[in-house]
């Protein structure tokens, strides 16, 4: 078998589950569609391995319009660790069509970058691409895989044929972890949107988690030293994105280095349909946060408020939202999917990944099409539908 071929796999449920957590939430997109067919798909797309042996994908995006070698509806993927599987030394991001077609977008040489980025290139979830056609993504890099060896990295800036153009470096930017945009143009979350039209946008506004305030100093104590920042983006013509403003919205998170995740502390974030609240995986304090005001806050909210904790969640690490609205995370602590309401309420648990913790990071929902996430248990981008 080709390393890119898919392969698919069938999960049922009983009606009567499915009937169940639809009279407790009134709306559940994918119990919906369940219920019809009395199961759902688990589909694997691609392989995410380029020729370098990149291993570990952790960040995933859909390409919101067709620009250079990106191509609308493609989803790109970053991966964490070299071909000797070493944390914090990946340097690849790869594009998958919904069809499986793979391809690589670029492999960033560390030595070569235009710009600072303190200890080199180690590929987040933070992966974010911009109608404009800019791609950005967070490096957290290490020397030898280990958490001692952490440095606080930079945001990196690519054009839309994969050519690095700049790095982003700040002191409050330090082990950038994950990271979602809200694209003038767009109206928000370019994951869900992606309309096409003329290229009118002035500004973008990513959210940026950070997970190493302290964490190596710490030898795997916990230190309430995670933020989220808002780094507000000035777009101009062909030029590539500069920074106007860099504001901490949320601080005193959670964090600590770990021997298998190198560190754990706030990672996925997604902004709410109304964008008037940035949903944060808090992944030590097992909970989801809210944060309000996440465009227009001058001060942090410090952790924010806790919209759901416990239950089924397992230590989330991934976040995105739901076409309906509601918010999807990925457990840390075994394999499945979460959905909770933005009142508060975990409607649906579903399993993805029968192999369990440690293999779930990033995940996008398409219209249409369902929930792509990323399995670095085989190294492959997969689709719940």
Not at 20 to 45: E, H
Not at 151 to 166: E, F, M, T
Not at 210 to 236: H, K, P
Not at 260 to 285: E, F, Q, R
Request: aromatic residues 4%.
């Amino acid at each position: 078998m080709n390393k890119h071929q898919k392969t698919t796999s069938f999960v049922t449920l009983t009606a009567l589950a499915l009937a169940a957590l639809l009279l407790i939430s009134g709306s559940i997109s994918y119990a919906q569609q369940m219920l019809g067919g009395k199961s759902f798909t688990i589909t694997t797309i691609s392989s995410t391995i380029p020729s370098n042996g990149d291993v570990n994908p952790y960040g995933v995006f859909r390409v919101p319009r067709t620009m250079g070698q990106l191509k609308k509806g493609n989803i790109l993927v970053s991966n964490f660790n070299n071909g000797a599987n070493l944390q914090g030394t990946g340097t690849t991001l790869v594009q998958i069509s919904p069809q499986g077609n793979f391809s690589l977008f670029a492999q960033i040489d560390p030595m070569s970058l235009p710009g600072p980025c303190p200890g080199g290139v180690g590929l987040t979830t933070a992966l974010v691409v911009l109608r404009s056609g800019w791609v950005i993504v967070g490096s957290l890099p290490t020397s030898d895989g280990m958490a001692d060896t952490a440095q606080a990295g930079c945001l990196i800036v690519l054009d839309s044929n994969g050519n690095v153009v700049k790095t982003i470096t700040d002191a409050q930017i330090n082990g950038p972890w994950d990271m979602n945009v809200a694209d003038a143009s767009g109206g928000g979350d370019d994951q869900r949107v992606g309309a096409d039209g003329e290229d009118n946008q002035k500004t973008a506004a990513l959210f940026v988690t950070n997970v190493l305030n302290g964490t190596v100093a710490g030898g795997g104590q916990i230190v309430n030293e995670g933020t989220v920042l808002r780094i507000v983006l000035e777009l101009s013509g062909k030029s590539a994105p500069t920074v106007s403003s860099i504001t901490v919205i949320g601080s005193t998170f959670p964090e600590r280095t770990d021997p298998a995740a190198l560190v754990i502390g706030p990672t996925g974030v997604a902004l709410s349909k109304n964008n008037k609240i940035l949903y944060v995986a808090d992944t030590l304090s097992n909970r989801i946060a809210a944060i309000p005001d996440p465009l227009t806050r001058t001060t942090s909210d410090g952790i924010g408020a806790t919209l759901s904790s416990g239950g089924s969640l397992n230590g989330p690490l991934g976040l995105t939202l739901a076409v309906n609205g509601n918010i999807l995370t990925t457990n840390g602590g075994d394999g499945n999917l979460v959905e909770t309401t933005p009142k508060g309420a975990q409607v649906a648990t579903i399993t993805i990944e029968p192999a369990g913790a440690g293999t779930l990071f990033g995940l996008i929902d398409v219209p249409g099409q369902g929930v792509y996430f990323v399995d670095d248990g085989d190294n492959t981008l997969k689709l719940l539908h």
